[in-house]
């Protein structure tokens, strides 16, 4: 009899022993778990574009704020005058793209002299592309809110949120790859929209790049290519659209966005 009970008690003891290692495994699991999606969640929230749990009123985009608008321009000089000073003398977008961009133009309206503006230029890559590819004729100038870009040909210092009146129903096109970095991206775009005639397109070239992940104080803006057409017919719903796209490199969710009146 006593060794049956001694048994027993031996049996329950290991039972208690197996509880005790399952729990302090369930415990090492449950901490484990938390660091990882902490971690997770932390270096992975640029992937959360859109919150499925809810409707319609949800932030799209990323925007740095500037409580002294002083600093903005400040900042924005500061980066590109380094370049300028450092002999930087080449562009995010490539002269490849800038002739795909002319020959959709030669294609819609003809051979024609086109009259453009390439807004964010920094060197004025896109805008000696622009002249060499578009027809003969055709004359496309570059704006910078840094005063020492004007040293590049065809380059005037402008902050581009702003349009000056004689711009405004006058151009063919305007292009941009500097979008993102605009304190007021809805103002920009919007002035920029109003300076094309009745056939005239903007052309917005974003991929990645120009996304959540990348925006700071000087890429103010970040918005993904996929939220982008439909965050524009939001702003411009009745006047602008989206009306095509130009793939560049789907593989980065690289376009150019052609943007229209609405007629």
Not at 59 to 77: F, G, I, T, V
Not at 105 to 112: D, F, R
Not at 135 to 150: K, M, N
């Amino acid at each position: 009899m006593a060794k049956a009970k001694a048994d027993m008690r031996r049996i329950i003891k290991q039972f208690e022993n197996i509880e005790l290692l399952l729990n302090k495994v369930l415990t090492l699991l449950s901490k484990s778990l938390a660091g990882f999606f902490m971690r997770f969640f932390s270096k992975s929230r640029h992937f959360f574009v859109i919150d499925l749990g809810k409707g319609s009123d949800q932030k799209l985009y990323s925007l740095h704020n500037y409580e002294n608008p002083s600093d903005y321009a400040k900042n924005q000089q500061v980066k590109t005058s380094k370049k300028i000073a450092d002999g930087y003398d080449k562009s995010w977008c490539t002269e490849e793209t800038i002739s795909l961009i002319s020959s959709y133009l030669v294609s819609k309206h003809g051979e024609q002299e086109f009259k453009g503006i390439c807004h964010g230029t920094r060197v004025g890559k896109e805008v000696e592309w622009f002249n060499s590819h578009l027809p003969t004729g055709s004359y496309v100038f570059g704006t910078d809110i840094e005063p020492s870009a004007t040293k590049y040909s065809d380059t005037i210092e402008h902050d581009f949120h702003e349009a000056k009146d004689e711009w405004l129903n006058s151009f063919d096109f305007i292009y941009s790859n500097s979008h993102d970095h605009a304190k007021n991206p809805k103002k920009a775009i919007g002035n920029w929209l109003r300076s094309l005639n009745d056939k005239g397109f903007l052309f917005l070239e974003h991929s990645r790049s120009h996304g959540k992940k990348f925006q700071d104080d000087a890429d103010c803006w970040g918005v993904e290519t996929e939220i982008l057409p439909f965050l524009l017919l939001q702003w411009f719903r009745g006047d602008f659209a989206v009306v095509d796209t130009i793939p560049v490199k789907e593989s980065n969710a690289h376009y150019i966005l052609v943007m229209g009146k609405i007629q």
